[in-house]
């Protein structure tokens, strides 16, 4: 068969496929969808705006089964026409079984000769008649399945075909030894200093660190920190040339690095972008003994503790990938999803209240959650000192119909295939033991009750550092003393969001569980669907770290960054105390995820944090104007992925393109020791709101 017949039947394939995705997606809005009638005036905001993002072919004044025969009507002329093209088709290639089977293009036949001729020009021609949006998506792909190449040799390994076991090898880049990476020992012989010329108060270190400092910016108390590739750092530098809402990341850093009773270096993560005061990845640790030492809400962020947690599964992608769409519409079916979402656990103010005050140790008082899973939360799934009374009455309406809710944005519930073991010890700690092994993976927050939280306090503690004698560069950075009222109402009221989060997260992975439950037949528990890890990524908690020699008591913010403790930290599971904290990294829709491990490097060089996912290399609007939502989705599809959304126009924001590329995030905190590479995962299923 010539290569053009073989391109159409290809696109005739790509349209058959695109036309059985839309019909799914038009079904789970119809069964999915979540109402929105909260009377506050912010959700009332985000109805709106949810209303107006849905799709446009859908006719609000005919009733449902109307909207449904009218698509399957639509379907089986569709249907009729295909029929009759490869009719005519099987017709005019009579003798070409193979191009017949391709159907729905009238073609005829050629001589071998003809049709090599025909490829060597469709070669030289190119792919200029392709739509632009889509070329970008598949540029973006194709980037993903190469950047792995210096590593693969030495990564991947074979697995028997029985998956009985899985070999592998510690990840390593060429020349290097990253069990245990001590500073002086990363290379620097592809270090290039040409982006750093114009700046002389940025000094490269090594190849995966680059020194702020002071100077940077006015009233630095004290240096920064930036783990970047010189690709990653380009992407910085970039920053500082664009306009946008916010301070560019790096002058972020410098300005964190003046907050009154810093402790060692303001630091950014390789996902570090601008954000609320603190970049998206910035990590800050003040002395809680300096009377001076301040606790800042844009340190945290709005969605307060939005986190990731992780279930495994005794599934394997053959056992799934026949029931994928229906795992999916389950999953989208049982969980919420979509901007001001109702449709959470029906849950009194009592209820509540205990929610945000003893987490997730009141969901096991009610049977919703299961007594491994707080062993395997972050801080036991509760963070100490929540006070229900400092947390505002509209917080507790927005919050109290939305447990179990997966909200919108960049927030979803993938069903991902394990794609590479790079640590097998401490995947098999996790009960990650073989290639295509089903885990799936929550990303969700505090939800409306954790954006009031932040609301609320940055306007209190503005007005208290006003007050002050405080002097920092950026309003947003608004902040007060932690031995302060204001400071100890803050940390009171931000513990009882980030508890009501981890709440949040156990329903979703309730509900999740349920789905599968009902898919397969068997129970949760049967399929072997335990919880590996939850971990959080906006959050202010008290830690003991060693400074200097000493033993200090530190108020530690990771803001858009995750904790990773080490092999044998004291509030880490006994089943990790040999390999470390398990560190989940959620990537850009569409794209890899991964598991990290927690590394003593990390411990004493970023108070045991990390980096927490993708992070944005441009903002949602220029996403909006950059790509196409259904060629999004479409690319997506191709690659074998299925995507349940409530808010389908809104795709284009978490395009691939839009995100910087996680695997060399990743692969960034391996170099740099501060966290090291265990398992590589691959999505099949997309739930977002």
């Known amino acids: 068969m010539g290569k053009k017949d073989k391109q159409r039947r290809n696109r005739a394939k790509e349209l058959q496929q695109k036309l059985e995705s839309q019909a799914a997606q038009e079904e789970a809005l119809l069964n999915g969808g979540a109402d929105n009638d909260e009377e506050d005036e912010e959700q009332e905001e985000e109805e709106e705006e949810e209303q107006e993002t849905q799709p446009q072919d859908v006719d609000e004044e005919d009733g449902e089964d109307d909207q449904v025969a009218k698509r399957k009507k639509k379907r089986n002329k569709r249907e009729e026409r295909k029929e009759r093209k490869k009719k005519l088709l099987e017709e005019a290639l009579s003798k070409d079984q193979d191009a017949a089977a391709a159907g729905w293009q009238q073609k005829g036949p050629g ?39 210096a590593m693969r040799e030495i990564l991947k390994q074979k697995q028997d075909a029985s998956h009985t076991t899985t070999t592998t090898t510690t990840p390593t880049f060429p020349g290097m030894d990253l069990t245990s990476v001590p500073l002086s020992t990363i290379p620097t012989d592809l270090v290039t200093e040409t982006e750093l010329k114009q700046h002389p108060k940025l000094q490269r270190i090594d190849n995966v ?22 690709e990653l750092m380009q992407l910085l530098l970039d920053e ?63 969605d307060i503790n939005c986190g990731v947690r992780l279930l495994r599964t005794n599934l394997m992608l053959e056992d799934v990938m026949p029931k994928r769409d229906e795992i999916g519409k389950a999953v989208f079916k049982h969980v919420p999803v979509g901007a001001g979402t109702k449709g959470g656990i029906d849950i009194g103010r009592g209820d509540l209240d205990a929610v945000m005050t003893i987490g997730m140790q009141h969901l096991l008082t009610k049977g919703l959650v299961w007594p491994e899973d707080i062993e395997c939360t972050e801080e036991r799934g509760c963070i100490p000192n929540a006070d229900v009374n400092k947390v505002s009455q509209r917080a507790k309406t927005r919050g109290v119909s939305q447990l179990g809710t997966m909200g919108s944005g960049n927030h979803y519930t993938e069903v991902q295939t394990v794609q590479e073991i790079y640590n097998p010890e401490a995947a098999e700690a996790m009960g990650i033991t073989k290639v295509g092994q089903i885990v799936v993976m929550i990303h969700s ?92 990524h906006n959050v202010a908690k008290f830690e003991d770290h060693e400074v200097n020699g000493e033993m200090k008591r530190l108020l530690i913010h990771r803001k858009g960054a995750t904790r990773a403790f080490p092999p044998g930290h004291p509030q880490i599971p006994e089943k990790y105390q040999k390999v470390g904290q398990p560190v989940l990294i959620g990537g850009s829709m569409g ?35 950059k790509y196409d939502s259904r060629s999004v989705m479409n690319q997506m599809q191709k690659n074998h992925i299925s995507v349940y959304t409530g808010t389908p126009r809104q795709l284009a924001e978490e395009a691939a393109g839009a995100y910087k590329n996680v695997t060399k995030v990743v692969e960034t905190c391996h170099a740099a020791g501060i966290s090291r590479l265990c398992v590589k995962l691959r999505p099949i299923a997309v739930i977002k709101g």
């Open 111 to 149: 001589s071998k000769k003809q049709e090599k001729e025909k490829g060597r020009k469709k070669k030289k021609k190119g792919k200029k008649n392709r739509d632009e949006s889509s070329d970008e998506e598949e540029d973006e792909q194709a980037k993903l399945d190469r950047q792995h190449d």
């Open 209 to 230: 660190r680059v020194l702020v400092k002071k100077g940077f910016v006015p009233n630095m108390l004290s240096e920064g920190l930036v783990y970047a590739t010189p």
């Open 240 to 302: 500082m040339n664009s306009r946008g809402s916010f301070s560019p990341s790096l002058n972020q850093i410098g300005n964190v690095a003046g907050m009154p009773g810093i402790v060692g270096r303001s630091m950014g993560m390789p996902d570090i972008h601008a954000g609320y005061g603190f970049a998206i990845g910035n990590v800050c640790a003040v002395d809680s003994a300096d009377p001076k030492a301040v606790v800042s809400p844009g340190g945290v962020g709005f």
């Open 445 to 536: 927050g505090s939800r409306g009750l954790g954006h009031q939280v932040c609301t609320d306090y940055l306007a209190k503690l503005d007005a208290a550092m006003a007050k002050s004698d405080v002097n920092l560069n950026d309003r947003q950075l608004a902040c007060a003393p932690i031995s302060s009222q204001a400071g100890q109402d803050y940390l009171a009221a931000m513990a009882g969001a980030a508890n009501f989060a981890f709440c949040n997260r156990s329903m979703i992975a309730m509900r999740v569980r349920e789905a599968f439950a009902e898919v397969f037949g068997k129970t949760a528990r049967e399929l072997d669907m335990h919880q590996v890890y939850d971990v959080c």
């Open 591 to 625: 794209t890899n995820s991964y598991v990290l491990t927690g590394t003593d490097i990390g411990m004493k060089e970023t108070f045991g944090s990390t980096c927490h996912g993708a992070g944005r290399e441009m903002s949602r609007t220029a996403a909006m104007r």
